[in-house]
């Protein structure tokens, strides 16, 4: 314990790097943001060891400052490049499998390992629980699908 009172740096970059490491499972740079505060207290440890209370501030001042100026610029650039798909674009055009008969009006399917409430994209069709479906669309936080088995009738 005496060694890390001593080499706080070391404590700063131990956060930093399981920040780091957390946001590659989350991908919204809030835990990326954070983690650059905590760099900052490692560069303040250097500089300024003793001082534990503005290794803090300066931490806390990196980690809200980037999470209000650089993050939303970062996000807006990530999702304007070429080739971005949101996770909700990436369900339309996968397959899925009904967990409950799906209508109309509701059912449900697992898409990727996600459960999804859905609705069947052509208005007469029923579907099974078990068979296999396409999803045509989203419609706010429903899939419209529809049975891989059979052809699309307008």
Partial sequence: MEWFSQHLWATWLGIALLLGAAELFTGDLILLMLASGALAGV????????????QIVVALIVAVATMFLLRPA?????????GYRSSVEQVVGAEGVVTREV????GEVKINGETWSARAYAPDVVISPG??????EVDGVTALVHPRNRPLTT
Avoid: C, H, Y
């Fill in 103 to 106: 209508t109309r009006q509701s």
């Fill in 131 to 136: 068979e296999e479906v396409d999803v045509f």
């Fill in 74 to 82: 970062l996000l807006s650039r990530m999702r304007n490049s070429k």
């Fill in 43 to 54: 560069a303040t440890a250097l500089v300024l060891p003793g001082a534990f209370v503005i």
